[in-house]
């Protein structure tokens, strides 16, 4: 029976995101052989390989500034903006050559398990940089014990420049992603045979491949986590939230891109909507022949429409088009008709606009206008078969998705 390997990425503070990846993999029943990882994917593979998915979850459920530095070093910011945190990491480097991560020693031996890691059927590897030698070290269950586990694991997450480098019998040790930062290779010479990879997306060098036979699924977010140096619980548990997801969706047991849907909602949803949709749409345009309509056909969508049925993607996209512009929450898993209900009720929420104010505001502060006001505009004119067709062109998001919303109201809802 072939091994699988689990390779996680580094990206500090978005490393939550592998702990959802690994909570799907266990409802799947994906059985893991060997785990490798680089930085914080060190960090969150020795919790993995000694199969300890409540330590991970108590980590990343608490994690904020205070546990991992000094308050001297790094003082409390309420509610810190991104600038803010990025310029308390530079007088970090400046005054003191990085932050100390020596809180992290302490909260090591918290979360590793020593007979639970060695015991363990997964096997387990990692990558830091000696930066003294200036040469990659790998280290893996066979030449890692109870005395050294600590030091290396540590080193592997110590983000130089915005950590201080970590000393090991007086050599400097820096992350891993100096060298690799997604670590299949590693993975492949512990026997993997199936590589199931992780990638944060974040800063670091990634080595070539030097086995293309193994077969190599790749789960990477596909929603905007927050920045890797931003250590916040309630990023950590939306993360966790998104890594589900996404894999979720990865192995076709859920829908959808950017949001997240039951099996089969969407084309349930699809085949009940669409022609309804469509004929709507035609009705809108069939009496209209100029050079303006000529241009809203250039859209992708419109072109569907032209040629033939709307495609199922497009539609979907459409869907998630309408989450956006609404602010529903991009780590839920939704049922699309309690998604449709929200649609709904977010509109009716919506107050009116009026279209003197919309063209105000397209002259002086398009990018200020809310999306929500010109989809409530739009729905009033499909309602009243009033189109002002020339608004489609800036906003034909907006459009579609006041048509969605219009397509998929129950009959009795009439604002």
Same mark, same amino acid.
């Given at each position: 029976?072939?091994?699988?390997?689990?390779?996680?990425?580094? /990206?500090?503070?978005?490393?939550?995101?592998?702990?959802?990846?690994?909570?799907?993999?266990?409802?799947?029943?994906?059985?893991?052989?060997?785990?490798?990882?680089?930085?914080? /994917?060190?960090?969150?593979?020795?919790?993995?390989?000694?199969?300890?998915?409540?330590?991970?979850?108590?980590?990343?459920?608490?994690?904020?500034?205070? !546990?991992?530095?000094?308050?001297?070093?790094?003082?409390?910011?309420?509610?810190?903006?991104?600038?803010?945190?990025?310029?308390?990491?530079?007088?970090?480097?400046?005054?003191?050559?990085?932050?100390?991560?020596?809180?992290?020693?302490?909260?090591?031996?918290?979360?590793?398990?020593?007979?639970?890691?060695?015991?363990?059927?997964?096997?387990?590897?990692?990558?830091?940089?000696?930066? !003294?030698?200036?040469?990659?070290?790998?280290?893996?269950?066979?030449?890692?014990?109870?005395?050294?586990?600590?030091?290396?694991?540590?080193?592997?997450?110590?983000?130089?420049?915005?950590?201080?480098?970590?000393?090991?019998?007086?050599?400097?040790? *820096?992350?891993?992603?100096?060298?690799?930062?997604?670590?299949?290779?590693?993975?492949?010479?512990?026997?993997?045979?199936?590589?199931?990879?992780?990638?944060?997306?974040?800063?670091?060098?990634?080595?070539?491949?030097?086995?293309?036979?193994?077969?190599?699924?790749?789960?990477?977010?596909?929603?905007?986590?927050?920045?890797?140096?931003?250590?916040?619980?309630?990023?950590?548990?939306?993360?966790?939230?998104?890594?589900?997801?996404?894999?979720?969706?990865?192995?076709?047991?859920?829908?959808?891109?950017?949001? !997240?849907?039951?099996?089969?909602?969407?084309?349930?949803?699809?085949?009940?909507?669409?022609?309804?949709?469509?004929?709507?749409?035609?009705?809108?345009?069939?009496?209209?022949?100029?050079?303006?309509?000529?241009?809203?056909?250039?859209?992708?969508?419109?072109?569907?429409?032209?040629?033939?049925?709307?495609?199922?993607?497009?539609?979907?996209?459409?869907?998630?088009?309408?989450?956006?512009?609404?602010?529903?929450?991009?780590?839920?898993?939704?049922? *699309?008709?309690?998604?449709?209900?929200?649609?709904?009720?977010?509109?009716?929420?919506?107050?009116?606009?009026?279209?003197?104010?919309?063209?105000?505001?397209?002259?002086?502060?398009?990018?200020?206008?809310?999306?929500?006001?010109?989809?409530?505009?739009?729905?009033?004119?499909?309602?009243?078969?009033?189109?002002?067709?020339?608004?489609?062109?800036?906003?034909?998001?907006?459009?579609?998705?006041?048509?969605?919303?219009?397509?998929?109201?129950?009959?009795?809802?009439?604002?």
């Amino acid at each position: 029976m072939s091994k699988t390997g689990l390779v996680l990425s580094g /990206g500090g503070a978005k490393g939550a995101y592998e702990i959802g990846v690994y909570i799907a993999l266990k409802k799947l029943r994906k059985k893991i052989d060997i785990v490798t990882g680089t930085s914080i /994917g060190a960090i969150n593979g020795m919790l993995i390989a000694q199969k300890d998915l409540k330590g991970a979850l108590k980590f990343w459920n608490h994690v904020n500034f205070k !546990t991992i530095y000094d308050e001297k070093e790094f003082p409390p910011m309420e509610n810190p903006k991104l600038a803010q945190v990025y310029i308390q990491y530079a007088k970090g480097f400046i005054n003191e050559g990085g932050l100390d991560i020596y809180k992290m020693k302490d909260m090591f031996d918290d979360y590793f398990k020593p007979k639970r890691f060695f015991k363990s059927n997964i096997d387990y590897g990692l990558v830091t940089y000696n930066f !003294t030698k200036q040469k990659p070290v790998l280290k893996t269950k066979s030449n890692l014990n109870k005395e050294n586990m600590k030091d290396y694991v540590l080193a592997s997450a110590s983000c130089y420049p915005a950590f201080k480098p970590y000393i090991i019998n007086n050599e400097m040790y *820096i992350d891993g992603g100096y060298y690799d930062n997604m670590p299949i290779n590693l993975a492949i010479d512990l026997g993997a045979e199936e590589i199931i990879a992780v990638d944060l997306r974040a800063i670091g060098f990634k080595k070539e491949i030097k086995d293309k036979t193994v077969d190599i699924t790749y789960i990477t977010p596909q929603n905007k986590l927050g920045s890797f140096l931003v250590f916040d619980k309630k990023e950590a548990r939306r993360a966790i939230k998104l890594g589900y997801n996404d894999t979720m969706k990865k192995y076709n047991k859920l829908d959808g891109d950017k949001y !997240t849907f039951k099996k089969k909602n969407l084309i349930k949803n699809y085949n009940k909507y669409i022609d309804s949709y469509e004929e709507k749409l035609k009705n809108i345009f069939k009496s209209k022949d100029s050079k303006l309509l000529n241009k809203i056909f250039e859209t992708s969508i419109f072109k569907d429409f032209i040629h033939s049925k709307i495609l199922y993607n497009n539609f979907t996209k459409i869907i998630e088009t309408a989450g956006r512009i609404f602010g529903f929450d991009d780590s839920n898993i939704y049922n *699309i008709k309690s998604y449709n209900k929200g649609l709904l009720n977010a509109l009716s929420s919506v107050e009116d606009i009026e279209i003197d104010k919309i063209k105000k505001q397209i002259k002086e502060l398009t990018n200020l206008i809310d999306r929500r006001k010109i989809v409530k505009h739009f729905y009033n004119e499909i309602k009243e078969d009033k189109i002002t067709f020339k608004y489609i062109i800036p906003f034909t998001n907006e459009f579609l998705v006041a048509l969605y919303i219009y397509a998929v109201k129950p009959s009795r809802i009439t604002y």
